[in-house]
């Protein structure tokens, strides 16, 4: 049965919490039915698939003070990427909206086609045809910069995959000069795009850079290569620590943030359910209830498992021991805050952790008391469990290792350190390693300095720690982690021997 649709007036206080139908009239008589919410920015716009005139559209909402300002943007960048041949989906109609509430752009929707994230993630570990893509729009980005076109929002969500064809989204970007751009302009352009994949696809960047050159006619050197890794470094870094730091501790695309004297609550759009809210209401009486499943209770940490309706979700309560405790956290960033703002870092990151479903913060004015994390219960036993089951047999116990040490090569890429790898931290579902346990986790500006490899040497220690007294899983271990790393000295300093040779996987 299909869904009913109501008709609403739009103004900047836009229903950016709508998901079902609902229909605009706009200035023009006609009407715009949106089907789906693509996204979302609180208070200036909404991006919908949508039908007009009986024909599939995608429709950009833009209300708020500055609304006119940005239609006009992108209404002029769509005009520079087909006046300079770069393929863009066609702009059908504009129209205001009423009482001049904002205005609306109606754009070709392109049927059959995804974008490059939504089509990247379909590849899943198909490293050939992920390299293709990447080579795909790198050649795309070369011909916007030989155009004079400089895209300043690079997501992969920007454009668009139609079979062969590659369609560049978001006009509200495009910025146009009269010269091709020049190489310092252009590497840290092409750098924010190849920062969007994920770090260990690092090692084609090379190749890529050849691939980019070829279109330019530029001869590149070893000065080029290290600016653009260098780039694609601090770019990759500085996105996510917006995002997972700061940007999810306001309401945005994928947050709701509500703010009073006594509390802060985040909580992530797509999970809110009538379940979730009577938990966020009344935690306390969840965690201490006869039903919920007790974890740890500590003196500054209580955890426990409830059900609500078919969802299993672990709270965990940070407690304030004492007056000179309380004074002591009253004014930082809490440790909930942390765990909240960890996952939705990892998660950025393609790194399995359990899934952030809110956070609560008892205050007083900008005091913090006692604070909440909620996340998603991982079922599954930890990598102990799975090492000692005498029913996993000795092949997958070698899967598991090389995938652990995957996992740690990659925060090791990432300049991450989790703080405290005991063996309860990591689940594994599905055969793959989950890091839970975030609040002690940090991500470091210079992954390759000095400090960070004596921290995340500490971290090898502690992983090799869970296994001290037992040898032939620990030496599994440390062959699974020569294998992934290499020769790095990292090894070394975390007291593992590195054998020159490379090791038989058998």
């Given at each position: 049965m299909q869904a009913a649709t109501q008709t609403v007036t739009l103004t900047p206080a836009i229903r950016f919490d709508e998901e079902g139908p609902f229909?605009?009239?706009?200035?023009?008589?006609?009407?715009?039915?949106?089907?789906?919410?693509?996204?979302?920015?609180?208070?200036?716009?909404?991006?919908?698939?949508?039908?007009?005139?009986?024909?599939?559209?995608?429709?950009?909402?833009?209300?708020?003070?500055?609304?006119?300002?940005?239609?006009?943007?992108?209404r002029r960048g769509v005009r520079w990427l087909q006046e300079r041949g770069i393929v863009t989906p066609a702009l059908l109609?504009?129209?205001?909206?009423?009482?001049g509430a904002g205005w609306v752009l109606l754009f070709e929707a392109i049927e059959g086609a995804r974008n490059a994230e939504e089509h990247l993630a379909s590849l899943g570990g198909d490293?050939?045809?992920?390299?293709?893509?990447?080579?795909?729009?790198?050649?795309?980005?070369?011909?916007?910069?030989?155009?004079?076109?400089?895209?300043?929002?690079?997501?992969?969500?920007?454009?668009?995959?139609e079979g062969d064809r590659i369609h560049t989204l978001d006009g509200d970007g495009i910025r146009a000069g009269r010269s091709p751009l020049g190489p310092r302009r252009a590497l840290r352009n092409l750098a924010q795009l190849l920062s969007k994949f994920d770090?260990?696809?690092?090692?084609?960047?090379?190749?890529l850079l050849q691939v980019y050159a070829k279109v330019r006619g530029w001869k590149t050197d070893a000065r080029m290569l290290r600016r653009l890794v260098r780039a694609v470094w601090q770019h990759r870094h500085e996105v996510a620590q917006e995002y997972a730091m700061s940007k999810v501790l306001r309401s945005c695309t994928d947050v709701r943030v509500e703010r009073r004297?006594?509390?802060?609550?985040?909580?992530?759009?797509?999970?809110?359910?009538?379940?979730?809210?009577?938990?966020?209401?009344?935690?306390?009486?969840?965690?201490e209830s006869p039903a919920?499943?007790?974890?740890?209770?500590?003196?500054?940490?209580?955890?426990?498992?409830?059900?609500?309706?078919?969802?299993?979700?672990?709270?965990?309560?940070?407690?304030?021991?004492?007056?000179?405790?309380?004074?002591?956290?009253?004014?930082?960033r809490s440790r909930a805050a942390r765990s909240w703002c960890n996952a939705h870092l990892l998660r950025m990151y393609g790194i399995a952790t359990a899934r952030p479903l809110a956070l609560v913060e008892r205050r007083f004015g900008p005091v913090r008391r006692q604070t909440y994390f909620f996340a998603e219960w991982v079922d599954g036993p930890d990598v102990a469990e799975c090492f000692a089951d005498p029913s996993v047999s000795e092949e997958l116990r070698r899967d598991l290792a090389l995938r652990l040490a995957q996992l740690l090569h990659k925060l090791y890429l990432l300049g991450i350190e989790h703080g405290d790898l005991k063996a309860d931290n990591l689940k594994i579902v599905d055969r793959q390693p989950?890091?839970?346990?975030?609040?002690?986790?940090?991500?470091?500006?210079?992954?390759?300095?000095?400090?960070y490899r004596r921290r995340h040497a500490r971290d090898l220690r502690r992983f090799l720690q869970n296994w001290q007294g037992e040898p032939r899983i620990r030496a599994m271990l440390e062959s699974a982690l020569r294998r992934v790393y290499g020769p790095d000295t990292v090894l070394k300093q975390a007291g593992i021997e590195i054998i020159e040779e490379r090791e038989s996987t058998t």
């Amino acid at each position: 049965m299909q869904a009913a649709t109501q008709t609403v007036t739009l103004t900047p206080a836009i229903r950016f919490d709508e998901e079902g139908p609902f229909s605009l009239l706009l200035d023009d008589g006609t009407q715009l039915v949106c089907e789906h919410v693509v996204r979302r920015v609180p208070g200036a716009r909404l991006v919908c698939r949508a039908r007009w005139q009986e024909r599939a559209v995608y429709a950009k909402i833009f209300v708020g003070p500055h609304a006119a300002r940005h239609a006009k943007r992108d209404r002029r960048g769509v005009r520079w990427l087909q006046e300079r041949g770069i393929v863009t989906p066609a702009l059908l109609h504009e129209a205001q909206l009423p009482e001049g509430a904002g205005w609306v752009l109606l754009f070709e929707a392109i049927e059959g086609a995804r974008n490059a994230e939504e089509h990247l993630a379909s590849l899943g570990g198909d490293a050939q045809a992920r390299l293709r893509l990447m080579e795909a729009l790198v050649v795309v980005v070369a011909r916007h910069h030989e155009a004079g076109l400089h895209q300043s929002d690079l997501y992969l969500k920007n454009f668009l995959i139609e079979g062969d064809r590659i369609h560049t989204l978001d006009g509200d970007g495009i910025r146009a000069g009269r010269s091709p751009l020049g190489p310092r302009r252009a590497l840290r352009n092409l750098a924010q795009l190849l920062s969007k994949f994920d770090v260990e696809d690092e090692v084609h960047l090379p190749h890529l850079l050849q691939v980019y050159a070829k279109v330019r006619g530029w001869k590149t050197d070893a000065r080029m290569l290290r600016r653009l890794v260098r780039a694609v470094w601090q770019h990759r870094h500085e996105v996510a620590q917006e995002y997972a730091m700061s940007k999810v501790l306001r309401s945005c695309t994928d947050v709701r943030v509500e703010r009073r004297w006594n509390r802060f609550l985040a909580v992530a759009r797509p999970e809110e359910d009538p379940g979730l809210h009577e938990l966020l209401e009344r935690p306390d009486d969840w965690l201490e209830s006869p039903a919920s499943r007790r974890l740890k209770t500590g003196n500054t940490c209580t955890v426990g498992v409830v059900t609500t309706g078919a969802r299993r979700v672990v709270i965990k309560r940070y407690n304030v021991k004492n007056f000179w405790h309380g004074l002591k956290i009253a004014l930082r960033r809490s440790r909930a805050a942390r765990s909240w703002c960890n996952a939705h870092l990892l998660r950025m990151y393609g790194i399995a952790t359990a899934r952030p479903l809110a956070l609560v913060e008892r205050r007083f004015g900008p005091v913090r008391r006692q604070t909440y994390f909620f996340a998603e219960w991982v079922d599954g036993p930890d990598v102990a469990e799975c090492f000692a089951d005498p029913s996993v047999s000795e092949e997958l116990r070698r899967d598991l290792a090389l995938r652990l040490a995957q996992l740690l090569h990659k925060l090791y890429l990432l300049g991450i350190e989790h703080g405290d790898l005991k063996a309860d931290n990591l689940k594994i579902v599905d055969r793959q390693p989950w890091l839970l346990d975030l609040d002690a986790l940090r991500q470091y500006r210079h992954a390759r300095g000095a400090w960070y490899r004596r921290r995340h040497a500490r971290d090898l220690r502690r992983f090799l720690q869970n296994w001290q007294g037992e040898p032939r899983i620990r030496a599994m271990l440390e062959s699974a982690l020569r294998r992934v790393y290499g020769p790095d000295t990292v090894l070394k300093q975390a007291g593992i021997e590195i054998i020159e040779e490379r090791e038989s996987t058998t």
